[in-house]
């Protein structure tokens, strides 16, 4: 699928260096439950980013999946800078390179899943800690969004500088090599 208008943003970015955007922050999440189930993925999220994981706590009890309020069920971790870009095209050749427009939201910032944590290129099968998948939510800002999270003197970010997913569309196509479309592609299977 081609975004209408594409050479428009490219030449917006050149014109104006500001306005051009840039992949915040990566979040790589598993939920399992809890369990023995959570220290494998801890393990896995470790061994694929390099970085030490964090737990999320349930904020309510659940009797029908028997978790009860704040009882670690998921592991997450976040990349930034090279890390995130580094871990982003990996988990995009798992995806093999196609995303769909449902992915990205009102923001800009778009989310997709692996099923099987072994789909990532050099990443072998360990019996020991079985197959995971996760879920990967992309964070996509222009510089100057500091002013919305900053402690002093918060402020909005005016609407003219506010990133539409179109134009995040066309930085991630641009940046990563990827296809976005419509709906996806029906598989043919041969026997």
Same mark, same amino acid.
């Given at each position: 699928?081609?975004?209408?208008?594409?050479? =428009?943003?490219?030449? /917006?970015?050149?014109?104006?260096?500001?306005? @051009?955007?840039?992949?915040?922050?990566? =979040?790589? /999440?598993?939920?399992?439950? *809890?369990?023995?189930?959570? $220290?494998?993925?801890?393990?896995?999220? @470790?061994?694929?980013?390099?970085?030490?994981?964090?737990?999320?706590?349930?904020?309510?009890?659940?009797?029908?999946?028997?978790?009860?309020?704040?009882?670690?069920?998921?592991?997450?971790?976040?990349?930034?800078?090279?890390?995130?870009?580094?871990?982003?095209?990996?988990?995009?050749?798992?995806?093999?390179?196609?995303?769909?427009?449902? $992915?990205?939201?009102?923001?800009? %910032? +778009?989310? +997709?899943?692996?099923?099987?944590?072994?789909?990532?290129? $050099?990443?072998?099968? /360990?019996?020991?800690? *079985? =197959?995971?998948?996760? %879920?990967?939510?992309?964070?996509?800002?222009?510089? *100057?969004?500091?002013?919305?999270?900053?402690?002093?003197?918060?402020?909005?970010?005016?609407?003219?500088?506010?990133?539409?997913?179109? @134009?995040?569309?066309? +930085? =991630?196509? $641009?940046?990563?090599?990827?296809?976005?479309?419509?709906?996806?592609?029906?598989?043919?299977?041969?026997?």
């Amino acid at each position: 699928m081609s975004i209408e208008n594409e050479h =428009v943003y490219t030449d /917006d970015w050149k014109a104006f260096p500001m306005r @051009e955007p840039f992949i915040s922050k990566v =979040v790589v /999440d598993i939920c399992t439950g *809890g369990g023995e189930e959570l $220290n494998k993925a801890s393990t896995i999220l @470790e061994m694929l980013t390099g970085q030490t994981p964090i737990q999320s706590r349930a904020r309510q009890t659940i009797r029908d999946f028997g978790i009860r309020k704040r009882e670690p069920i998921a592991v997450r971790v976040t990349l930034r800078n090279e890390r995130a870009e580094e871990f982003l095209r990996k988990a995009m050749k798992a995806k093999d390179d196609v995303l769909l427009l449902k $992915n990205w939201d009102d923001d800009g %910032n +778009f989310a +997709f899943g692996i099923s099987e944590h072994i789909d990532l290129p $050099n990443v072998k099968y /360990d019996p020991q800690l *079985g =197959v995971q998948g996760m %879920n990967i939510t992309v964070c996509v800002e222009r510089p *100057g969004y500091r002013v919305k999270r900053r402690r002093r003197r918060k402020a909005k970010v005016p609407y003219k500088h506010r990133l539409t997913p179109e @134009e995040s569309m066309v +930085f =991630v196509k $641009n940046k990563f090599g990827i296809e976005i479309l419509e709906k996806e592609r029906e598989r043919t299977y041969l026997f």
